[in-house]
């Protein structure tokens, strides 16, 4: 199957282009959901983006490490002219309390990209978990994921959000926080399948050198995570086509047209 996301610039307020569009064809293949990249060096976006295109990857999630909350769209045509890997994009902001929550998110009443929040204060992940402007609640290292509540697994469902781990925490050198990272994402991981949320797991991996491709991720959830081999392979590959469907819905309410997606035959 091919999913086609078809861009359409004068749709977006915080472009200047007012002519052409763009196309996004995602091969149903598997995601590296959240890739971070220096957006302020087009070359470490890149540099990564061809690691990964020798990895075999087809589809990544680009999340700009520096403090941007909007990506330009010449940024991303650029990119899509460099690169034959299919670039989707996230921002994910880290929130401290409920005032920076409510100071921070009504920046993003009309955002067209995937926006993920972060956040060990609890009041902060319960409102996250309620607003439908928050696409992914993520609990991607070892301090977030212990501060996990089954009350935000029940509200992320309740919204049909997406809830995010990362096996990031499972590649640091020390032993022994390995084995504690490796014994806290076992736990929470299966809470969440138990609970039939929406899930998202991502390699999230900052060293060029630990990117591995999905398969292996699902490979590492499978037999160290006890994730059952059909859902590891929903997680890494039909899950996050719904998690773009519900941007996509998203952002048809606000904008016409915005982004229409079109399911083309098999491939």
């Known amino acids: 199957m091919i999913i086609k996301f078809i861009y359409f610039p004068l749709s977006l307020h915080n472009y200047k282009e007012s002519s052409s569009s763009f196309e ?67 921002i994910n902001l880290r929130l401290n309390n409920s005032e920076d929550f409510k100071r ?7 955002f067209s990209d995937i926006l993920s929040i972060e956040s060990l204060n609890k009041e902060v992940q319960l409102r996250a978990a309620r607003d439908s402007r928050v696409d992914i609640v993520s609990f991607s290292n070892s301090e977030l994921i212990k501060t996990l509540t089954p009350g935000v697994i029940s509200l992320i469902k309740q919204n049909n959000s997406f ?9 640091v050198k020390n032993k022994v926080n390995q084995s504690k ?3 806290n994402l076992y ?9 039939k949320v929406n899930c998202i797991i991502s390699g999230n991996f900052d060293d060029m050198y630990d990117f591995r491709h999905p398969r292996a991720l699902i490979s590492i ?31 048809t309410n606000d904008f016409e047209p915005q982004v229409r997606l079109i399911k083309g035959g098999e491939t």
């Open 104 to 110: 921070r998110i009504k920046h993003f009443n009309n």
């Open 24 to 90: 996004v064809i995602l091969y149903l293949s598997y995601f590296e959901s959240r890739l971070l990249a220096n957006f302020d060096n087009f070359n470490d976006i890149l540099e990564k983006l061809e690691f990964c295109e020798k990895l075999g990857i087809k589809n990544v999630i680009l999340e700009p490490k520096n403090n941007i909350i909007a990506i330009p769209l010449e940024l991303k045509s650029k990119i899509r002219l460099e690169t034959k890997i299919n670039t989707l994009y996230r």
């Open 221 to 251: 959830c499978y037999s160290l995570l006890g994730v059952p081999l059909d859902r590891a392979k929903k997680i890494f590959k039909i899950n996050p086509i719904s998690l773009l469907e519900r941007v996509n819905r998203r952002n």
């Open 187 to 195: 736990r929470f991981i299966q809470l969440a399948l138990k609970s």
């Open 181 to 183: 990272n490796l014994r």
């Open 163 to 171: 809830l995010e781990f990362s096996l990031a925490p499972l590649m």
